[in-house]
T-cell receptor, first 114, second 114 residues
Framework: DAGVIQSPRHEVTEMGQEVTLRCKPISGHDYLFWYRQTMMRGLELLIYFNNNVPIDDSGMPEDRFSAKMPNASFSTLKIQPSEPRDSAVYFC????????????FGPGTRLTVL | AQSVAQPEDQVNVAEGNPLTVKCTYSVSGNPYLFWYVQYPNRGLQFLLKYITGDNLVKGSYGFEAEFNKSQTSFHLKKPSALVSDSALYFC????????????FGKGTTLSVSS
């Protein structure tokens, strides 16, 4: 298994531009999570899906952020318009719904907004 | 509110010495606790978990953790540290019984010197 795949690995953009981050979860996993990691705030859960349905988006910082999961093998996190304070590493993770609850993380996307 | 705290930003140990990375938690109900490790420029990797049962949990790479209900702690330990153990370590607590969302601590950087 290739693990959780994220693209791009690095993204540099200018303030005001739209940014789309992509994630392919591990096949057979029915939970998908988006996290943001910064030095100041640590690791924050933004949103998570179960069977492609958003369950909890209370961590999404504001309306500029949106996430979709059109099918079991693909999810996007979009920021529109982007701001410098959105600069962070964004992780996608997936898990199977069992008592183990182990989450498998992707390598992350390092976003820099100038 | 559910929370997890890692009181030390950094832990320094010499190779071959035992190591401890501390974690305390606050939850309503039974805690489900996890440790993850993050190497530079990588996503988080699962180390071990406590769900129920034996208070001493063994995990990957020779790590173990001890659940202490009276002290609400879940410290990560290893009898003999390796330089390759140097990384960022996260403690996490599971939030709700039905779902799978985790709350992560801010992380502790472990530095093992040769």
């Amino acid at each position: 298994d290739a693990g959780v795949i994220q693209s791009p690995r690095h993204e540099v953009t200018e303030m005001g531009q739209e940014v789309t981050l992509r994630c392919k979860p591990i096949s057979g996993h029915d939970y998908l999570f988006w996290y943001r990691q910064t030095m100041m705030r640590g690791l924050e859960l933004l949103i998570y899906f179960n069977n492609n349905v958003p369950i909890d988006d209370s961590g999404m910082p504001e309306d500029r952020f949106s996430a979709k999961m059109p099918n079991a093998s693909f999810s996007t996190l979009k920021i529109q318009p982007s701001e410098p304070r959105d600069s962070a590493v964004y992780f996608c993770a997936s898990s199977r719904r069992t008592g183990l609850n182990e989450q498998f993380f992707g390598p992350g996307t390092r976003l820099t907004v100038l | 509110a559910q929370s997890v705290a890692q009181p030390e930003d950094q832990v320094n140990v010499a190779e071959g010495n035992p190591l401890t990375v501390k974690c305390t938690y606050s939850v309503s109900g039974n805690p489900y606790l996890f440790w993850y490790v993050q190497y530079p420029n990588r996503g988080l990797q699962f180390l071990l978990k406590y769900i129920t049962g034996d208070n001493l949990v063994k995990g990957s790479y020779g790590f173990e953790a001890e659940f202490n209900k009276s002290q609400t702690s879940f410290h990560l330990k290893k009898p003999s540290a390796l330089v390759s153990d140097s990384a960022l370590y996260f403690c996490a607590v599971r939030v709700d019984q039905a779902g799978t969302a985790l709350i992560f601590g801010k992380g502790t950087t472990l530095s093992v010197s040769s």
